[in-house]
Each structure stands twice: as C-alpha cells, then as structure tokens.
C-alpha cells in the first residue's frame, strides 16, 4: 500500500477515529487504526466493539492496499510531522514507512484482516437533524445520566421520536433532564437507548455547524450516525426505559422566575464551603420578591439574596448545590421558572414551549443545623 | 479591622502572595495569609519561612486591625465574588465577614500575632534590572538545575555579579546553562546561590515589563526582591558553588551552524519512539553540510537530515534528546552554534558574544544497535 495525503487531512481523519480506539484492552488490535485503500478511498476505521467510527480522507492513492496501525503511536507521529505532504507506504510484511519533507519513519504495521470492521447497518429507519442541534441536545442533558450505574439503562440517554419530535431524556436517581426537539419532518415512531459514551464521542467529533446534517439510522442493536465523511456507528442498549411521564406533575405549589446567571454564580460560590464528599445542602428560603440561599459548614457560612418574581406560597428547601449547577450551566435562557410543591417534592425548571424540563429531588435538612 | 477593596486589587494581591503559601505543612499558620492593616497600607503577606511575600493591596482601612485566614479558602471566595467593592470586616474573635453586593460569607480567622513576619532584610548590597530580563534569565537556566539533588547547590542557581555583568548558572550532572547579563551600572562583586523554587515561584509574579525595574537585595542569608508593590524575600542556599571555569572549554574539533526551529523540531518527533524511562539517545552524524538524526528504538525507527554549515572533522556522538529539547527551546535565535570535541566529550551551544553557553554531556551508545 502507498498513500500520498496531506499532513492535516491524516491528522483531522486521526482526531475523528481515535475516539473509538480502545484505551483499556487486552486485544492489542483494539489499539490500532485500520487504513484501507482498497476501494478507491482512504478510509480509516477504529472499532472498540461498542464503538465504531470509520471517515475517508482525502489523498491519493499511489498502491491499493491496507494496514492496521497502533493508533496512538500513528497519530503522535502525524501530529509532530511538518505541515506537508505525507507519503506513507507499507510493505508486504506491513513494515510502514512514514515520510514527509526529510524526516522518514518506520514502524511495525498489522494484517488489516485481522481487523473487526464496523458491522453492516440496514438503513431503513432515519432521521435528519443538524449537527448544531445534537450536539447541543447531547450537552443539555448528558450531565443526567450516571455512567457508573449497574442498570445499564441510566448509563444511556433515551431517543424517542414521534411524529416530527425528538425527545431526548437523560436520568440518574436524583434527577431527569428532558429536552424536545422539533425535526424538519414527519418520522416513523422509533423509541431507543444510547449508551452516554457514544453521545460524548460523537458531541466531540461533531462541528455543530447548523447547516450540517446528520443522519441517524437506527436497527434493533445498533445506531448509525452519519455526516461530513464519517460513519460512527454504536451498539444500543437493551431494556424498557424508564416510565418518564409518571414521574412529572405540572401541580405547583410556588413559581418563582429568576435570573439564571445570578442564581448559578451564588450557588456556585456557595459550594467553597463544601469539601468534596461532604453532602452538604444549599438551603434555599423562598419569600415574596426575594430568594435566600444559605450554605453552613464547618469550615464557613454564606448567605446571599436575589431579586425574584413569585407566585403562591413561602418555602424552605435543600438541594445538592451540584446538582442545580450543572442543570443551569446548560440552560441558554436568562430568565427560568421554577416550581416547587413542597420541600420532600422535586422542583421543576421548565421553559413554558415545553421545550426542556429538568427535575431536582431535594434533599432533607435540618433547619437546626442550618 | 474593616476594609474596603475593589475584588480585583484583593485578587492580584492573593494571587501574588499566594506563591509563598505552603502546601504540604503541618503548621496550619504557614497556610495562612496575614491582612495587617494596622499601619495606614493593606499589607496581604505568606511566608513558608523559605520563601515570604508580601504585597500591598489597594483600599480603604475603614477601621485597623490585622487578620490571619486561611489562604486557599480566602483565595477561592475573592476569586468567585461578583466584581465589585468588598467589605471585609473581621470582630475581636477573628470572624471574618467577607461581603460584596448581596454575598456574605462567614469565616474563621485567626490572631495575626500567630503569624510569622518576613525578616527585616538590610539594603546595603544591591543591584538594579528590569523585569524582563530577569524574567527571561530565569527562563533560559531554571530547567538546568536537579530540583531533587541532595547537593543543595545543584538545587538553586548560581548570581555572581562582577563589574556591570550579571552571570546566572545552573547545573545538574549532565549539562550546564550560562547567561551573562550586562546590568546599567557598576556593583560590587556579589555571589550567591539562589533556590530554584524561589527563582520559578518570582518569575510567575513578575509581570515582564521593559521598562518595570526590580531592586535586588542581598545579605549573607538572604535575598530580597523588589518590584511594583511587592516584597519577595527568600534564604540563600549555604556553600560554595561548583567551579564552572573548570568544566568550560573553547577548543573543538567540529562547528556546526544549524537552524534552531528544524534541528528542535525534529528532536521533538524522534521522541515520540521513546517510550518514558527508555533511556535511548538521538544517534547524531556530522558530515559537510548536514547532520543526521537517527534514533532507534524497539518501538521504530527515524532518520531526519537537515542541512547545516560545518567545519572541521565529521563526527557521529549521541545525546538524551531531551537535554537537546530543553535547551534549544530557551534559544531565542535562529541560528546557533555547535561546538564538538570529541564523542566523549560535552558539546557546548554558545553564541559569539558571550552571551549564552550550554553545555551538554554525551551518552554512550553501540554503533551496531543503532
């Protein structure tokens, strides 16, 4: 095999792929990139078995042939290789020697053949959606999930389309974040889970840019998410999601709408007073007009007011402070509206287009002790 | 004690002072920041008693007092404070209350007393440069130094002034880095073994300014810089400094003139094939008009040839790349020097005036397994 590309067309292939190498495995042949020239293109394929992603890249392909290539070691090399052609040329015992200006490499390439190649995907059902809107979808909700969890399915996020909506549902124990999307046109009912670490990768590979497809087939087992010149392709996982709509309730007690920039730079002073490990809660006192948020540990207290509009009722509530954070840092709008039934009760953040809905257990305190 | 200061005085104040902080200490006193406000100025001092700033802080003394707090907690709450005044108000039992817009916090200080002042440096010797080339001096010599050496000198580096010349030394037991510096006045002769740690920590506070002067101090123990508002005060490391004269030499059998960008970078790629604790060196070959860099490892192989001017005999000797990385990148010029005498032999970067010299030891290597 002998392939001429240009150093940042193998490098921007390199980026994209090595986040499906596999960092932890005793299948040395997980560790590598296949490069396959034998059909034309340059396609360069890693594949941890849960994980898949092959992109083309551009160049010129002086011998058909292909290689499996440690990865890490390969895109180290790129990386440092000056800004010019790259010559890469692979002998029939995949010796690789790697050339660009007067530097030259060798290194100890693999049969290609035994590689796992990404499994063939039937693409009947699919969607459209710009990258803009997946990978912000990704990031208003992944936070959710909780990727240590033994029941796999809190470990994915749930994709549920119906009619032109794409309803994307993240949840540990504590919390659900819930964020609908509207698509560019009617789709068959598809209802799945996507393991969080293939919506982390594919977030980071994506450009976001709006204009920008993605299309999304989807099979029993498997998604497929195709765009630019890139295939990622990801196992699902399996079970019945969680009954979401039992779990939310539009009865309130208290509304309040607050300015989101002031409420999360208050709590996020707040947790200095926390050590890490330590629980404890952000004490929040809702009265007319005004908000109170009280922290007290044993190293400090802080106290702080905001300026808010309510309806309904006074109350007092504990939170975990992390838990409000995250769920603020990806909401875009400067005013949100939250509504509390009670202090055992979750509190709701939700847009009145129903476009988000986050929920928050409280947590218990002792107002003794705060 | 009860002050007034806009956040971003009191946060370039933490943010020098805290350099002195100790971190890994069992006197909770050296954790501390002292706020003396007792004598008209805002004085935020840290001391670890090798190492002591103290800097002024720009503000109202509402009433006078002085305040120990603990630093990196003081720090992470001026830090995450909105950006306006801050009232710091601190009662007899030292609770400190830490206001700014509608933010309060309560914490615990403790008696200023506790806390151990720098010591009063006499100015009698002392030397004038601007903040740049200090800055610059300790950049281009720090990383010659052996920071875990128990040969204290090798820890700290050599300021010998004689005349209007500054020359700063480093050494480890396998390079040395030499920098002279013509000062703008005539002092008398100093020598002095300044820590490392003092020199990396001052050169992180110094803003760099051409035209920003510091006054150096020097007394039999200890050394004192200062600059802007700031005090930094440290000891001297006891003993006679090694003799350089000695290890220098300015005959040679080789010179090379040689791009400095072509000849780092492609030291920087020939690393990638050494994995860490891999002690293999970069196999250099001198002919007329170029060099050959080759290294070999179970990883691969690279071979690099870059075109360079040459006089006298070839040579083929053999570096720790990393010496060879360390030093040309505190090389500001594009064309440097380098002198050979034998593959046995240190080979020395210098410049024709006497402005820089490095030296670096060779390492043995097999001719047949490289």
Same mark, same amino acid.
């Given at each position: 095999?002998?392939?001429?590309?240009?150093? !940042?067309?193998?490098? @921007?292939?390199?980026?994209?792929?090595?986040?499906?190498?596999?960092?932890?495995?005793?299948?040395?042949?997980?560790?590598?990139?296949?490069?396959?020239?034998?059909?034309?293109?340059?396609?360069?394929?890693?594949?941890?078995?849960?994980?898949?992603?092959?992109?083309?890249?551009? =160049?010129?392909?002086?011998?058909? *042939?292909?290689?499996?290539?440690?990865?890490?070691?390969?895109?180290?090399?790129?990386?440092?290789?000056? &800004?010019?052609?790259?010559?890469? &040329?692979? $002998?029939?015992?995949? %010796?690789?020697?790697?050339?660009?200006?007067?530097?030259?490499?060798?290194?100890?390439?693999?049969?290609? $053949?035994?590689?796992?190649?990404?499994?063939?995907?039937?693409?009947?059902?699919?969607?459209?959606? @710009?990258?803009?809107?997946?990978?912000?979808?990704?990031?208003?909700?992944?936070?959710?999930?909780?990727?240590?969890?033994?029941?796999?399915?809190?470990?994915?996020?749930?994709?549920?389309?119906?009619?032109?909506?794409? %309803?994307?549902?993240?949840?540990?124990?504590?919390?659900?974040?819930?964020?609908?999307?509207?698509?560019?046109?009617?789709?068959?009912?598809? /209802?799945?889970?996507?393991?969080?670490?293939?919506?982390?990768?594919? @977030?980071?590979?994506?450009?976001?840019?709006?204009?920008?497809?993605?299309?999304?087939?989807?099979?029993?087992?498997?998604?497929?998410?195709?765009? &630019?010149?890139?295939?990622?392709?990801?196992?699902?996982?399996?079970?019945?999601?969680?009954?979401?709509?039992?779990?939310?309730?539009?009865?309130?007690?208290?509304?309040?709408?607050?300015? /989101?920039?002031?409420?999360? $730079?208050?709590? $996020?002073?707040?947790?200095?007073?926390?050590?890490?490990?330590?629980?404890?809660?952000?004490?929040?006192?809702?009265? &007319?007009?005004?908000?109170?948020?009280?922290?007290?540990?044993?190293? *400090?207290?802080?106290?702080?007011?905001?300026?808010?509009?309510?309806? *309904?009722?006074?109350?007092?509530?504990?939170?975990?402070?992390?838990?409000?954070?995250?769920?603020? /840092?990806?909401?875009?709008?400067?005013?949100?509206?939250?509504?509390?039934?009670?202090?055992?009760?979750?509190?709701?953040?939700?847009?009145?287009? =129903?476009?988000?809905?986050?929920?928050?257990?409280?947590?218990?305190?002792?107002?003794?002790? !705060?």
């Amino acid at each position: 095999m002998k392939l001429i590309c240009k150093k !940042n067309d193998l490098l @921007s292939g390199v980026n994209i792929t090595m986040k499906a190498v596999s960092s932890k495995t005793t299948m040395s042949i997980l560790e590598c990139f296949l490069i396959d020239a034998t059909e034309g293109k340059i396609k360069m394929t890693a594949n941890d078995m849960e994980l898949g992603i092959e992109t083309v890249v551009q =160049g010129e392909i002086i011998e058909p *042939g292909s290689v499996a290539i440690e990865a890490k070691l390969f895109s180290e090399i790129i990386r440092k290789l000056p &800004d010019n052609d790259v010559v890469i &040329d692979v $002998d029939n015992e995949y %010796k690789a020697n790697i050339t660009c200006e007067n530097a030259k490499f060798n290194i100890i390439g693999r049969d290609g $053949d035994d590689f796992s190649y990404l499994p063939e995907i039937k693409k009947e059902k699919s969607i459209s959606i @710009s990258q803009f809107s997946l990978k912000e979808v990704i990031r208003q909700t992944i936070f959710s999930i909780d990727d240590k969890n033994n029941n796999k399915l809190m470990t994915g996020e749930l994709f549920e389309i119906s009619g032109n909506n794409l %309803k994307v549902v993240a949840l540990d124990g504590h919390r659900i974040a819930i964020r609908n999307i509207e698509l560019n046109a009617e789709y068959e009912d598809i /209802k799945v889970v996507v393991p969080g670490k293939t919506l982390n990768e594919i @977030s980071k590979i994506l450009n976001g840019g709006v204009d920008d497809i993605v299309n999304i087939y989807f099979t029993t087992n498997h998604i497929l998410f195709e765009f &630019d010149n890139t295939l990622v392709v990801s196992r699902l996982i399996e079970g019945e999601y969680f009954k979401i709509n039992q779990m939310l309730s539009s009865d309130y007690e208290t509304k309040v709408v607050i300015n /989101k920039r002031e409420m999360l $730079d208050c709590i $996020d002073r707040a947790t200095l007073l926390i050590k890490e490990g330590d629980k404890k809660p952000i004490i929040i006192t809702i009265k &007319d007009g005004v908000m109170e948020f009280k922290i007290n540990s044993f190293i *400090g207290s802080m106290d702080e007011e905001i300026y808010i509009q309510k309806e *309904g009722k006074d109350m007092m509530i504990g939170f975990n402070p992390r838990f409000l954070i995250d769920t603020l /840092k990806v909401i875009d709008e400067e005013q949100i509206n939250i509504y509390y039934v009670n202090p055992k009760s979750p509190c709701f953040i939700r847009d009145d287009e =129903g476009k988000y809905i986050y929920l928050i257990l409280p947590v218990n305190f002792s107002v003794a002790n !705060n």
